[in-house]
C-alpha cells in the first residue's frame, strides 16, 4: 500500500490537476453568479440591491470610516476602544467561519469516501449538547482538563450520531442521505426533550446552563470581540484531515473507497469498516463545530441551535472541492457572508434566508460547472470529475 | 456493501430463523412482562369504533378487558416464534408483521386502559396524514422509473406549498391555488431533469440543491412577505371535506374513505392510475425500460431522455400535490420548514413499497399510523414524552430503510445519467 501511495502524484491531490488559477475559476464565478442571481431575488422583493450588499459589506468586513476614526482615537488618545470596535464585524465574520470550518470538512471527508453526509446538522446539534453537559456538569476541574474533555465530549456525541447512519450504509446499504436526515431530525426532537426537560437551567426559558469557565475555549480580546482559540484549533483540525487523507495509508484508502469501491475491495480494502470509520470521523468533526461555538461563543445551547449549518456544510465541501483548504477557504467566504447577512437584515431588512438561495444557486453552479462555462463562454477545462454519490446504496 | 442474494445458503437461513423466532419470543414476554404485568387488573379498554359526527350508520363500540388482551396479544407472538423456532415461516414479512400488529394492539390496549379510544378516529387520521408523504412516495416512484433520483422533493413541496396558499389567497379560489402548486412543482422539477440530464449533475447533489433554495426562497418569501400580509396572501382557507353520499353511510369504512377533502381522494385516485399506467399500458413499458436498461430502450427507438424528461416532471406535478395538501389542504397558511422531513419519509415509502404505486401508498399507511398514533397518546397522557412519540416517524424510516423487512431492488440504471 505504501508503494501505491508513493507512485500517486502528489501535487494534484484531488482538486483535478491544472493550474491553481484554472481550478479557483469555476468556484469563484459560481459565487459571483450566486450573488447576482441573490441580487436579483432581493431587486424582484422590491429592495435596493446596492443598499443591501453594501450593508452585507459593512457587516463583514466593518465600516471604512469605523476603521479611520478608530486609529485615529489610537495615535492621539491611546484609546484602543474605538479599533476594537471598528474590526469587530471582521472578528464576528471569523468567529462564524469557526463552526463552518469543521462542518464543512465533516462533510468532505464523507464525499471522499464517496458517503454524502447531510446529517452534520443534528451531529453538530447533538456535539453542542454533549459539550454543554461536559461543561456545566462537571465543576472544580482544572482548565487543562475540563476544556478538552468538553470538546472531546462534543466529537464523541456527532461521531455517535454519524456512527449510527455510517454502520447502517455498510451493514444494510440503507441511503446514508435518507438516514442522516431523519437522525438530525431525531437529534432536534431528542433536544427539545432534553432542553425542557433534564438539561434546562433554572427559569423560564428551554436553555441550558452557562458552561463553567474552565470549560470555555480562551477568547483573543476583551468582551465586545468574541474571537477565540476554535479558529485555531479549527485550522490544526483542517491540516490534521489534509495530513491523514493525503499522507496515511488509511486516508489513501479512504480514498480509493470513495473513487471506486470495486476496485477498492478487489484490493483487499475493508469497505465496510471504512464507511462506520468516515461516518464516525464526520461526525466527530461535525460535533467539534457544535463544541467549538457553545465553548467559543454562546456557552449555552438553546432551541434551533444549530439552524443551517448542516447544509451550509454541503455547499462549503463542494466549493472546497472537499479538499481541506478549499473548505476552509470557502467556510471563511461563509463566514463572511453570514456575518454580513445579519446586518444586511437589521439595516437593510432583506431577510437572512437569502443567503441560503445563494447558497443552494452556488451549489448547483458548482455541481454544473458547464452552466459556467456556457455563462462566461469559458473554454472547456479538463473535466475535474469526482463521484459523490451513487443510488441507494448497493 | 452488501449483495443482493438471490440464492439463500442454508446457514444463512437457519441463523435467519433462530434471529426471527428469538426476536419474536422476545416480544411475547416483553408485551407479557411490561404492558401485561402493569395493566390493572379488572380495568378495561374502550375502542370507539364510531366517528363523532360522521354520516355512517352507528356500530357498538368494543369493549375489551385490558390485562387479558394483552396477554393473549403476547401469547399469540410467543407461539408464532415457537412455531417460527421449530420449522421456519418463509415470508420474513408476515413475521414482521406478526410482531408489529401484536405489540402495536398490545401497547394501544395498555395506553388506553380504563379509558375509551377513538380506533377509527385514528386510522381515519392515519390516511390523512399519509397523503403527502404518499404523494411524495409517488413522485419518487415515477422519477425513478424512469432511473432519476429525486431527492429535492422536500424543496418541490415546500415551494408548491407556498405557491398554493399565496395565489388560493390572492384570488380567493382553492383550485387557483392547486393548479398553482401542480404547475410550480412541474417547473422546479424541470429543472431538477435539466440540470440531471442535460447537465449531467450528480442527481442527489442537485435535489439536494432544490431543498436548500426551497428552503431558503420559501422561508425568504415568508418572512419579507407573508408575515407582514397575512390577511392578503397566506390566509386561503382549506378544502372542504366532500361527503360522498351513499358510500359514506357504510358503517365504519365509509366515514374513513369518503368523507375527506379532494386531495386525498386525487390521492388514491393517483394510486390507481399510476399503477394502471406503468404496468399495463405502453407508456408505462416505456418508462420502466429506460429505468432498467436505457440501452436497450433506445435501440428499440424509446427517446430515453425525453422520457426521463417528462416522467419527473410528472413526478414534481405529483409533489406540488403534496405540497398542497401541506396549505390549502390541511392549515390554510404557509408556515417556515412545515413539511418537516415528509418528502424523505416519502422516499422511504417508496423504497419500502418496492418502487411500486400501490406498494408505495401502503408503506405510507404505516408512517401515517405512526404520526397519528404519537398524537393521540399524547391525548391519552401516556407517560412518555412527546418528544419521543414524535421521533417515531423517523424512526421507522430507518427502520424500513435496513431492509431487515423484505429488501426491494431498485431500477437497475436508478440514478445514472444516460449517454449515447
Not at chain 2, 66 to 82: D, Q, Y
Not at chain 2, 351 to 366: D, E, V
Amino acid at each position: 500500500m505504501t508503494e501505491k501511495k508513493k507512485t500517486k502524484p502528489e501535487t494534484p491531490e484531488g482538486i483535478g490537476g491544472g493550474s491553481l488559477g484554472e481550478s479557483l475559476r469555476v468556484p469563484a464565478l459560481a459565487v459571483l453568479t450566486g450573488l447576482i442571481l441573490g441580487g436579483i431575488v432581493i431587486l424582484a422583493s422590491g429592495s435596493n440591491v446596492f443598499e443591501a450588499y453594501y450593508a452585507l459589506f459593512v457587516g463583514s468586513f466593518g465600516d471604512p470610516g469605523r476603521f479611520i476614526s478608530g486609529f485615529q482615537q489610537f495615535f492621539t488618545a491611546g484609546e484602543t476602544a474605538g479599533i476594537l470596535r471598528a474590526i469587530r464585524p471582521i472578528t464576528e465574520s471569523l468567529v462564524t467561519a469557526t463552526p463552518y470550518i469543521f462542518a464543512g470538512l465533516s462533510v468532505a471527508l464523507g464525499f471522499r469516501c464517496g458517503l454524502f453526509n447531510i446529517g452534520a446538522e443534528g451531529q453538530f446539534f447533538i456535539g453542542a449538547l454533549c459539550s454543554a453537559f461536559v461543561g456545566y456538569s462537571l465543576v472544580g476541574l482544572p482548565a487543562f482538563i475540563h476544556l478538552p474533555l468538553a470538546l472531546l465530549g462534543g466529537a464523541a456525541g456527532g461521531a455517535l450520531w454519524g456512527v449510527i447512519p455510517g454502520y447502517l450504509k455498510a451493514r444494510f446499504g440503507a441511503h446514508e442521505v435518507v438516514n442522516t436526515i431523519m437522525m438530525n431530525w431525531i437529534a432536534f426532537r431528542l433536544s427539545d426533550w432534553l432542553l425542557n426537560g433534564p438539561m434546562k437551567a433554572s427559569g423560564f426559558r428551554p436553555v441550558t446552563p452557562n458552561v463553567e469557565p474552565t470549560a470555555e475555549l480562551p477568547r483573543f480580546f476583551a468582551d465586545p470581540i468574541r474571537l477565540n482559540w476554535g479558529l485555531i484549533l479549527a485550522f490544526v483540525v483542517a491540516y490534521g484531515l489534509y495530513w491523514f487523507l493525503f499522507k496515511t495509508t488509511l486516508g489513501f484508502e479512504i480514498r480509493s473507497v470513495g473513487a471506486n469501491p470495486d476496485a477498492a475491495r478487489y484490493a483487499g480494502m475493508n469497505i465496510i469498516r471504512n464507511f462506520v470509520l468516515v461516518m464516525a470521523l464526520a461526525g466527530g468533526l461535525a460535533g467539534l463545530a457544535g463544541s467549538a461555538q457553545v465553548l467559543g461563543v454562546d456557552h449555552w445551547v438553546g432551541q434551533g441551535f444549530s439552524a443551517g449549518y448542516g447544509f451550509d456544510a454541503i455547499a462549503l465541501a463542494l466549493l472546497g472541492k472537499s479538499h481541506p483548504a478549499g473548505v476552509v477557504f470557502a467556510a471563511l467566504l461563509f463566514g463572511f457572508l453570514r456575518s454580513g447577512a445579519t446586518s444586511m437584515q437589521s439595516i437593510a431588512r432583506i431577510p437572512i434566508e437569502i443567503i441560503s438561495v445563494i447558497q443552494g444557486l452556488v451549489i448547483i453552479f458548482i455541481a454544473a460547472p458547464e452552466i459556467i462555462r456556457l455563462l462566461y463562454r469559458m473554454k472547456h477545462v479538463k473535466a475535474e470529475e469526482t463521484v459523490l454519490t451513487r443510488g441507494w446504496g448497493s | 456493501m452488501t449483495t443482493i442474494n438471490t440464492t439463500v445458503n442454508p446457514a444463512q437461513a437457519k441463523r435467519a430463523r433462530i434471529a426471527y423466532g428469538s426476536v419474536l419470543l422476545f416480544t411475547g414476554l416483553f408485551i407479557y412482562l411490561v404492558f401485561g404485568l402493569s395493566a390493572q387488573a379488572g380495568l378495561q379498554t374502550t375502542y370507539r369504533i364510531n366517528l363523532a359526527g360522521s354520516a355512517a350508520l352507528p356500530v357498538p363500540d368494543l369493549v375489551v378487558p385490558a390485562r387479558l388482551t394483552i396477554t393473549f396479544m403476547a401469547g399469540i407472538a410467543a407461539f408464532v416464534g415457537a412455531f417460527q423456532l421449530a420449522r421456519g415461516v418463509r415470508s420474513t414479512g408476515a413475521l414482521v408483521g406478526v410482531i408489529a400488529v401484536t405489540f402495536v394492539i398490545a401497547f394501544l390496549t395498555w395506553a388506553a386502559q380504563g379509558k375509551s379510544f377513538n380506533l377509527t378516529g385514528m386510522i381515519s387520521s392515519s390516511l390523512v396524514r399519509a397523503t403527502p408523504i404518499a404523494l411524495a412516495a409517488l413522485c419518487g416512484v415515477i422519477s425513478e422509473r424512469a432511473a432519476v433520483i429525486n431527492i429535492g422533493i422536500e424543496g418541490i413541496m415546500l415551494i408548491a406549498a407556498q405557491a398554493a396558499v399565496m395565489t388560493a389567497t390572492l384570488t380567493h379560489n382553492l383550485y387557483v391555488g392547486l393548479i398553482f402548486a401542480l404547475l410550480v412543482g412541474g417547473l422546479v422539477a424541470a429543472f431538477h431533469a435539466l440540470l440531471v440530464i442535460r447537465f449531467k449533475v450528480d442527481q442527489v447533489v442537485s435535489g439536494v440543491a432544490i431543498n436548500i433554495v426551497g428552503a431558503g426562497f420559501t422561508s425568504f418569501l415568508h418572512s419579507r412577505f407573508l408575515e407582514s400580509n397575512n390577511a392578503l396572501l397566506n390566509n386561503s382557507g382549506v378544502f372542504p371535506t366532500l361527503t360522498i353520499p351513499l358510500l359514506s353511510k357504510i358503517p365504519v369504512a365509509g366515514p374513513m374513505l369518503f368523507e375527506n377533502n379532494v386531495i386525498i381522494y386525487l390521492t388514491i385516485l393517483l394510486v390507481a392510475v399510476m399503477h394502471i399506467t406503468l404496468f399495463y399500458t405502453p407508456w408505462g413499458l416505456r418508462t420502466r425500460a429506460v429505468g432498467e436498461h436505457p440501452k436497450a430502450a433506445d435501440t428499440l427507438g424509446i427517446n430515453v431522455h425525453f422520457m426521463r424528461y417528462v416522467n419527473v416532471i410528472i413526478g414534481g406535478m405529483i409533489a406540488g400535490l403534496g405540497g398542497a395538501y401541506f396549505t390549502i389542504g390541511s392549515v390554510g397558511r404557509f408556515d417556515e420548514i412545515m413539511t418537516a422531513g415528509k418528502g424523505f419519509i416519502g422516499l422511504a415509502a417508496m423504497i419500502f413499497g418496492k418502487w411500486n404505486p400501490i406498494g408505495a401508498f401502503a408503506s405510507s399507511l404505516i408512517f401515517g399510523f405512526a404520526d397519528s398514533l404519537q398524537v393521540k397518546l399524547q391525548i391519552l397522557r401516556v407517560p412518555i414524552p412527546s418528544e419521543f412519540l414524535l421521533m417515531a416517524p423517523y424512526i421507522v424510516t430507518m427502520i424500513i430503510l435496513t431492509g431487515v423487512v423484505g429488501r426491494a431492488i431498485p431500477p437497475a440504471a436508478d440514478g445514472q445519467p444516460y449517454e449515447k
